[in-house]
């Protein structure tokens, strides 16, 4: 898969501060999170990722985002 500049911009730091904010990242996740296109959804993934009470709540969230979107993430779940 290749990120285009846009994403990569965004889906370093967004990793970045879930590790920072949970300690612990899983593989799945951050090829979740690498897998999405639409800067504006991973945008406001980063506002959720710094809400987030839990690496749970994240998921969650991200797992309605990425309803709302083809990505190659649903067939991961």
């Known amino acids: 898969m290749?990120?285009?500049n846009g994403t990569l911009f965004i889906c370093k730091p967004l990793v970045k501060i879930l590790q920072n904010h949970f300690e612990s990242v899983s593989a799945e996740l951050?090829?979740?999170i690498?897998?999405?296109?639409?800067?504006?959804?991973?945008?406001?993934?980063?506002?959720h990722?710094?809400?987030?009470?839990?690496?749970e709540e994240f998921e969650q969230l991200l797992a309605q985002h990425n309803s709302r979107l083809p990505t190659p993430y649903k067939s991961m779940e």
């Open 34 to 47: 690498n897998s999405i296109e639409d800067i504006s959804g991973l945008e406001q993934l980063i506002d």
């Open 30 to 32: 951050v090829a979740a």
């Open 2 to 4: 290749s990120l285009s």
């Open 49 to 55: 990722s710094l809400e987030s009470n839990s690496l």
